[in-house]
């Protein structure tokens, strides 16, 4: 038997994730071009979009105003004309300028149109928390996009996610809200052999079972899906073991994956970033009382959430108001009842 | 020349139709039509210019002859859509654009079916030059079976990006498909227009920088009809020097109740934009009879004489007619006789529309997304899980 080397898994930043699936579509196909504020020459004001300028040009990498509203105009009358643009907000917050655009030009056309018109545009950018940005700084956005029929709504966790989602999200013929986290921009993963293709790709609409347990599910997207992996480790020496599913898509949301855990397991906890009003996981909540999995709890569902506030400045204060492992350590015991 | 014969072969039958005293009625060939005129057009006010549009225009027969068959079909379209709102077959916002004809007209004359065209609500006149037929245009306003997800304020066609509801949001799109245009290297513009109300909007004026910025092929219109709803240019606006308001870019102010007036300044500015100068900004001072939608009388805010003193002294069809027959380019019974057609295909589509059936309850979740498999759509209860295909 000869020695083999065990494939090439290479550590990828998220950031070098995000740069790569555009990088690759950018050469792919030549309708995709990439506009918003310092994308092209200050490199992307989160280095997200470095050496893209450089490579391709001003045609296809475009720096623009400080005008959110009318840009993101122009990106989906550039995709409604035939293009394929990746517009970038700087942060999600600034996306409430052009909010009316994504919605009621971007989101509800094809339908308005009975299939007519078709829009097939990426808004990305960063979402919800950051470090001591403050609130009007650190709003998640995930509960307000995913309600509107027309979009689809992505929130990438690792590495493999932000590449595999966001080349799925470009060749889509849709509009599609691409959330990501700037606190996850330099953290390294490793990147599988087959992720690192030029054609490789996640199906939007699809969970993922990041660890698979018997005793509880945990459901969380972006960046607290980490969170969960960590308070599962510390659970497991405590003999509880729980199912954390990575949602991966906010909207349309893989329900089936979370019923078929809960049946399995009996219990569901919820985590998220954002707001406990009107959120991710009350959406969570909702569909599973609707479903069959209802029957199969042996508790309510806990829903773990960023506190009901405006994100404060001082650091005690923000680290206070986003859920710690801790807190999803105790929440995943209360709902166990131990 | 078919045609005209026909034309011609169809008044004399008319003709021989009236009873009474026998009507002696010489029989007009082509011949006896001028072919073509030249006429003395209003100049328009112009902004950061040194050229302006031709001010001695000639106009063919057969020009004059489809500008006003154009009109009058529009003119009738609006009318029966009145109609059909107040029977309650149509429903909802209904904007309608009687009045306004020959910036539609002289707008499409101007450009080609291949370049874009972008508006506001107040639509059914530019869904009709864009080429949505007529027959179409009545079913989607009722919500009939092909369609009819959207109503009056969103129906498209190819390079007509509708039909927009949200005031001024058109604007930026617009913008965004001349882009389009120019990154595809296909020599084409997009007309992108908006009226005296939206003027004020903030993300017009992000637009004309970037559009200027980027030297974007768009023809910027504002069709100013003097109201915004309810309200007058004067109280809305501190400025309203509407073709100014670019500031950068270049602007003119034309006649729109004429439609050469109309057709050479967008040729002009069609020119601008093709030749790589960049955006360009028209201002139309147009009119519209009817309020700002079936549900305003439109005279709260501005007097019955007003709107009759436009009718009787700046109507484009009329000013169309009365320059094509002082100049021998028609007779009388030629236009009655496009008249009596246009009445009667608005007629035989309004008994389309009213008889064709409503969409099926089937279409109710389709058309969500494009290119997708199919997917399940929560319905009003839980128990109700309806089916979208793309």
Redesign the interface.
């Known amino acids: 038997e000869f020695h083999r080397s065990v494939p090439a898994a290479v550590q990828v930043t998220v950031r070098d994730a995000l740069n790569q699936a555009m990088d690759e579509e950018l050469e792919r196909d030549e309708r995709v071009?990439l506009m918003g504020e310092e994308v092209a020459q200050y490199d992307g004001a989160y280095k997200v979009s470095r050496g893209l300028w450089k490579k391709y040009g001003d045609?296809r990498v475009?720096d623009?105003?400080i005008?959110e509203?009318?840009?993101?105009?122009?990106?989906?009358?550039?995709?409604?004309?035939?293009?394929r643009p990746i517009c970038e907000f700087m942060t999600f917050n600034f996306s409430m300028q052009a909010i009316?655009?994504v919605i009621?030009?971007a989101a509800k056309?094809?339908?308005?149109?009975?299939?007519?018109?078709?829009v097939?545009i990426v808004f990305r950018g960063p979402n919800g928390a950051s470090a001591g940005v403050a609130a009007q700084h650190s709003q998640c956005f995930a509960a307000w996009y995913a309600h509107c029929?027309?979009l689809?709504v992505v929130s990438p966790w690792n590495s493999e996610d932000a590449k595999g989602l966001l080349k799925s999200a470009i060749r889509d013929?849709?509009p599609v809200v691409f959330l990501e986290n700037e606190l996850m921009y330099g953290v390294p993963f490793e990147m599988s052999e087959e992720s690192q293709s030029k054609d490789f790709t996640i199906p939007i609409g699809k969970a993922k079972i990041e660890r698979q347990g018997n005793h509880v599910t945990v459901v969380s997207h972006s960046r607290y899906v980490g969170h969960c992996l960590d308070a599962a480790a510390v659970l497991a020496k405590e003999g509880i073991e729980c199912e954390v599913i990575n949602l991966r898509t906010i909207r349309?949301m893989d329900v089936e994956s979370i019923e078929t855990s809960v049946m399995k397991t009996n219990h569901l906890v919820t985590v998220e970033g954002g707001w406990p009003q009107f959120g991710v996981g009350a959406e969570i909540c909702a569909r599973i009382m609707?479903?069959p999995a209802f029957n199969y709890l042996d508790s309510p569902v806990t829903r773990v959430t960023g506190v009901d506030i405006p994100m404060p400045y001082a650091k005690i204060l923000e680290d206070h108001s986003v859920p710690q492992i801790k807190d999803i350590i105790f929440s995943v015991k209360k709902t166990l009842n131990v | 020349s078919g045609k005209m014969l026909s034309n011609i072969s169809n008044v004399l039958r008319a003709c021989a139709q009236k009873n009474g005293a026998a009507v002696v009625m010489s029989a007009r060939t082509y011949a006896d039509f001028t072919t073509q005129a030249t006429f003395e057009i209003k100049k328009c006010d112009l902004f950061k210019l040194d050229e302006a549009p031709a001010t001695q225009v000639v106009m063919t027969r057969d020009e004059g002859l489809q500008y006003y068959r154009t009109m009058q079909t529009m003119r009738r379209m609006e009318l029966k859509a009145d109609q059909l709102y107040k029977q309650k077959i149509i429903r909802g916002f209904c904007h309608l654009y009687d009045g306004q004809e020959a910036c539609a007209v002289g707008i499409e004359a101007a450009i080609n079916l291949t370049d874009?065209l972008?508006t506001a609500y107040r639509a059914h006149g530019y869904t009709y030059t864009r080429g949505g037929t007529f027959n179409m245009q009545i079913v989607l306003l009722r919500g009939g079976i092909?369609?009819?997800?959207?109503g009056s304020m969103?129906m498209?066609?190819k390079n007509f990006?509708?039909g927009?509801?949200?005031v001024g949001?058109q604007?930026?799109?617009?913008?965004?498909?001349?882009?389009?245009?120019k990154?595809?290297e296909n020599n084409q513009l997009?007309v992108c227009l908006y009226g005296d109300g939206a003027a004020n909007q903030?993300?017009i004026f992000?637009?004309y920088?970037?559009a200027a910025?980027?030297k974007l092929p768009v023809i910027f219109i504002c069709e100013n009809n003097r109201y915004g709803m309810g309200t007058s240019v004067e109280r809305a606006a501190a400025s309203t020097d509407y073709y100014k308001r670019g500031e950068f870019i270049p602007g003119l102010r034309v006649d729109g109740m004429d439609v050469l007036c109309v057709r050479e300044a967008t040729r002009f500015a069609a020119d601008h934009c093709r030749s790589g100068k960049g955006p360009i900004l028209m201002e139309l001072q147009t009119y519209r009879y009817h309020g700002h939608s079936m549900s305003d009388p439109g005279v709260s805010y501005r007097t019955r004489e007003e709107i009759q003193e436009v009718r009787s002294k700046s109507d484009p069809i009329s000013m169309l007619k009365d320059r094509m027959l002082s100049n021998n380019m028609a007779s009388v019974e030629e236009l009655k006789e496009i008249d009596v057609e246009v009445r009667k295909e608005i007629e035989d589509a309004a008994q389309f529309a009213t008889t064709d059936p409503e969409p099926p309850l089937e279409e109710l979740c389709?058309?969500?997304?494009?290119?997708?498999p199919p997917?399940e759509?929560r319905g009003t209860n839980?128990w109700s899980k309806l089916k979208s295909v793309?």
Do not use: R
């Open positions: 071009f045609k475009i623009t105003p005008s509203m009318g840009f993101a105009g122009i990106a989906v009358g550039a995709a409604m004309a035939g293009l009316d655009q009621n030009s056309t094809y339908y308005m149109s009975a299939g007519l018109q078709p097939p029929p027309g689809k013929d849709n349309p609707e479903g | 874009h972008i092909a369609k009819g997800k959207g969103h498209y066609c990006y509708g927009n509801g949200i949001a604007v930026p799109l617009g913008a965004g498909v001349a882009l389009a245009c990154y595809q997009c903030g993300q992000e637009t920088n970037m910025l980027w389709n058309h969500i997304f494009s290119n997708n997917v759509v839980p793309s």
